[in-house]
């Protein structure tokens, strides 16, 4: 059975400030990781991906993945209020391909 | 590129009856995922359906079913409706399979009463 473990949250931080975001999954075999962005009352949006071990930069966004550790994270640079979200974890591969989600982490950017 | 569209959008059906949902997949994605969105438990996955066979399926009764067309859209139905089937219903598509990124629709908001 995958697992995906995230903290609940919430998670506070001010404006301007990084906001780190973590996830550890249990499927050593996993090969695809993913990040969602879900707004109050809104579907969620995919917002980063990686499949290799290492750094994954787009914007104000970074993953960072490490499959040792089973361990994947999400960086928020210069956070802003309009961040404010749950974040939610996804993980494919190993045993199956379907996509297991943690169950994910509330954000709030105060300004 | 036009995304993920689902329909219907809200709605509310009585303990027994059954309930068939829509999906229509982005252009070019020829797999369909669908999902139940619950405060309680999170997103759990259903089913997967590619190229209208069904290649994964989660941990849900024999009351949920799906089904995909030669299009890729996809419909999901619930028979036998239950108070705990009220939940945000979501359809997601990928190019491929699941190892590839989804993109998800708005969801259907299902309130069984």
């Known amino acids: 059975q995958k697992e995906v473990e995230q903290n609940s949250g919430p998670l506070s931080v001010p404006e301007g400030a990084i906001a780190s975001l973590n996830c550890t999954y249990s499927?050593?075999?996993?090969?695809?990781f993913f990040w969602y962005r879900q707004y109050s009352g809104k579907s969620p949006e995919l917002i980063m991906f990686?499949?290799?071990?290492g750094d994954k930069e787009d914007g104000r966004f970074t993953a960072q993945l490490n499959k040792a550790s089973q361990y994947v994270s999400l960086l928020i640079r210069d956070s802003q209020p309009s961040d404010s979200a749950t974040y939610l974890c996804a993980v494919s591969g190993g045993s199956n391909y379907k996509l297991t989600f943690g169950k994910g982490t509330l954000l709030t950017v105060n300004p | 590129k036009a995304g993920v569209t689902q329909t219907p959008r809200y709605l509310i059906k009585t303990r027994g009856q059954q309930v068939t949902l829509s999906c229509s997949p982005i252009?070019?994605?020829?797999?369909v995922s669908w999902y139940q969105q619950t405060p309680g438990q999170g997103l759990q996955f259903l089913f997967e359906?590619?190229?209208?066979?069904?290649?994964n399926k989660g941990n849900f009764p024999g009351r949920f079913s799906g089904r995909q067309f030669s299009n890729s859209r996809s419909e999901m139905n619930v028979s036998t409706l239950e108070l705990g089937d009220s939940a945000l219903y979501l359809c997601a598509s990928s190019f491929s399979h699941t190892a590839y990124e989804q993109y998800f629709g708005p969801g259907t908001r299902l309130t069984v009463t």
């Open positions: 252009s070019g994605h020829r797999s």
């Open positions: 359906y590619f190229s209208e066979t069904q290649r």
């Open positions: 990686i499949y290799s071990n």
């Open positions: 499927d050593r075999g996993s090969q695809s």
